[in-house]
Nanobody
Framework: QVQLVESGGGLVQPGGSLRLSCAAF????????IGWFRQAPGEEREGISC????????TYAEDVKGRFTVSVDRAKNMVYLQMDSLKPGDTGTYYC?????????????????RGPGTQVTVSS
């Protein structure tokens, strides 16, 4: 069973940056589409990016396009989410997920594999 663990969350001021990491254990991420989600308090979970398993191209949600960047380190079996120009509206718990394919910026899977999440708070 694939296990995913996110890290790198924290408190940051508006306009600041954070880099989240997603580490995979037991299997390689090469075979999966990788998605990032976030969930703000009292809100539904929303997809923010999806990286294809084939060419590792990434599609971003409009709200984060130009500010967030996904990168994949195949040697380390890790995925990163670089978040710049953070806004208070970016506050939430961020999750990475391994799935079957991307539907735009949303990762889809018959059985989604998701980590426990890491908290990001953007506040002055």
């Amino acid at each position: 069973q694939v296990q995913l663990v996110e890290s790198g969350g924290g408190l940051v001021q508006p306009g600041g940056s954070l880099r989240l990491s997603c580490a995979a254990f037991t299997v390689t991420l090469d075979y999966y589409a990788i998605g990032w989600f976030r969930q703000a308090p009292g809100e539904e979970r929303e997809g923010i990016s999806c990286t294809e398993s084939t060419d590792r191209s990434t599609t971003y949600a409009e709200d984060v396009k130009g500010r967030f960047t996904v990168s994949v380190d195949r040697a380390k079996n890790m995925v990163y989410l670089q978040m710049d120009s953070l806004k208070p509206g970016d506050t939430g718990t961020y999750y990475c997920a391994a799935g079957d394919y991307c539907s735009g910026h949303i990762v889809r899977a018959a059985r989604m594999i998701r980590g426990p999440g890491t908290q990001v708070t953007v506040s002055s």
